[in-house]
């Protein structure tokens, strides 16, 4: 089980924070570090210092780390042409010596779009069909050949493709709940499916549409990654579970029952459910970014039961 570190910087949190953060996941062994990519806070309070950008400050961790995996969950559609994106993403892997993912998504946040004059179209979906097109199209396609495209949404005629990222197969993530536009483009295109904040018995069920719907685009099953993202709260004992839980305004029952909550034993028992339906790569969502003492004590207690 691949064991992953998740935040969401869009809470109110500078790049040193996320740099913290980082380098913590890679001294603990941890697998990656992936972010969000969102421009606005979630929920009640100001934000404060505001929103950084996902793939410049991915840019700046290839350069100051070594081994993790660096990525995005998930980046949004609507914030970059796809083009660009490849043109983004690739650098970054350069930068970072082939260890970038890239997770993408249709974009869903309508705020964070009208707070910044991000245009925030209705058919998100259908262009995330076509971005994901382009995206791979462009990193696939031989060097000294051009790549076109003729799309409803995006018209690319002679691009070069380049540059190429430093990885053969750059892997790209889609993730979601829907059940059936999602599974397919899942089965098109990803390398990983990633299950959100979902309960075993849901990722089971998405699981298995995304599995027949890579067989239907031809592929095995069984050549994508299943994995699962989920909050984590996890305490040596009751009391600092609780005081966990309030510092990222929670209740312990719901993260129990939600996330990944409770004491070392508890957390590797729910993992241990999510194995069994298929799950090989677990991402922690960690909400309290100055809190490494978690991050020690998940790759200690938890990890070190999973190796």
């Given at each position: 089980m691949d064991l992953r570190i998740f935040t969401e910087p869009q809470q109110g949190a500078t790049y040193d924070t996320l740099l913290s953060v980082a380098k913590a996941t890679e001294e603990l062994g941890f697998d990656a570090f992936f972010r969000s990519d969102h421009y606005l806070r979630m929920g009640g309070g100001d934000g404060l210092p505001g929103p950084t950008d996902a793939w410049i400050t991915l840019a700046g961790l290839a350069r100051e780390t070594s081994r993790i995996r660096l990525g995005t969950l998930m980046t949004a559609g609507t914030f970059r042409l796809p083009g660009v994106l490849a043109i983004q993403v690739a650098q970054v892997d350069q930068m970072s010596g082939g260890r970038v993912e890239l997770g993408l998504g249709a974009g869903w946040f309508e705020e964070e779009h009208t707070a910044y004059g991000i245009p925030f179209p209705k058919e998100k979906f259908a262009r995330l069909e076509e971005q994901l097109a382009i995206v791979t199209g462009l990193w696939s396609t031989d060097t000294g050949k051009t790549f076109d495209h003729d799309g409803t949404y995006y018209q690319l005629s002679g691009s070069p493709a380049l540059p190429k990222p430093a990885q053969a197969k750059l892997p790209v993530l889609i993730g979601g709940h829907g059940a059936k536009r999602t599974p397919r483009l899942a089965g098109r295109y990803a390398d990983e499916f990633n299950m959100p904040f979902a309960s075993v018995e849901d990722s089971e069920r998405q699981f298995g549409r995304v599995r027949e719907a890579a067989e239907s685009a031809g592929r095995a099953a069984g050549d994508l990654v299943y994995s699962n993202a989920l909050v984590a709260c996890v305490g040596k004992d009751d009391a600092?579970?609780?005081?966990?839980?309030?510092?990222?305004?929670?209740?312990?029952?719901?993260?129990?029952?939600?996330?990944?909550?409770?004491?070392?034993?508890?957390v590797v028992d729910k993992i241990g459910r999510y194995a069994e339906i298929g799950s090989r790569r677990i991402y922690f969502q960690i909400l309290d970014l100055d809190d490494l003492d978690q991050l020690e004590l998940i790759a200690h207690e938890v990890g070190g039961q999973l190796s």
């Amino acid at each position: 089980m691949d064991l992953r570190i998740f935040t969401e910087p869009q809470q109110g949190a500078t790049y040193d924070t996320l740099l913290s953060v980082a380098k913590a996941t890679e001294e603990l062994g941890f697998d990656a570090f992936f972010r969000s990519d969102h421009y606005l806070r979630m929920g009640g309070g100001d934000g404060l210092p505001g929103p950084t950008d996902a793939w410049i400050t991915l840019a700046g961790l290839a350069r100051e780390t070594s081994r993790i995996r660096l990525g995005t969950l998930m980046t949004a559609g609507t914030f970059r042409l796809p083009g660009v994106l490849a043109i983004q993403v690739a650098q970054v892997d350069q930068m970072s010596g082939g260890r970038v993912e890239l997770g993408l998504g249709a974009g869903w946040f309508e705020e964070e779009h009208t707070a910044y004059g991000i245009p925030f179209p209705k058919e998100k979906f259908a262009r995330l069909e076509e971005q994901l097109a382009i995206v791979t199209g462009l990193w696939s396609t031989d060097t000294g050949k051009t790549f076109d495209h003729d799309g409803t949404y995006y018209q690319l005629s002679g691009s070069p493709a380049l540059p190429k990222p430093a990885q053969a197969k750059l892997p790209v993530l889609i993730g979601g709940h829907g059940a059936k536009r999602t599974p397919r483009l899942a089965g098109r295109y990803a390398d990983e499916f990633n299950m959100p904040f979902a309960s075993v018995e849901d990722s089971e069920r998405q699981f298995g549409r995304v599995r027949e719907a890579a067989e239907s685009a031809g592929r095995a099953a069984g050549d994508l990654v299943y994995s699962n993202a989920l909050v984590a709260c996890v305490g040596k004992d009751d009391a600092e579970v609780a005081r966990r839980a309030a510092v990222i305004g929670r209740d312990v029952a719901e993260l129990k029952a939600n996330g990944l909550a409770g004491s070392p034993a508890e957390v590797v028992d729910k993992i241990g459910r999510y194995a069994e339906i298929g799950s090989r790569r677990i991402y922690f969502q960690i909400l309290d970014l100055d809190d490494l003492d978690q991050l020690e004590l998940i790759a200690h207690e938890v990890g070190g039961q999973l190796s």
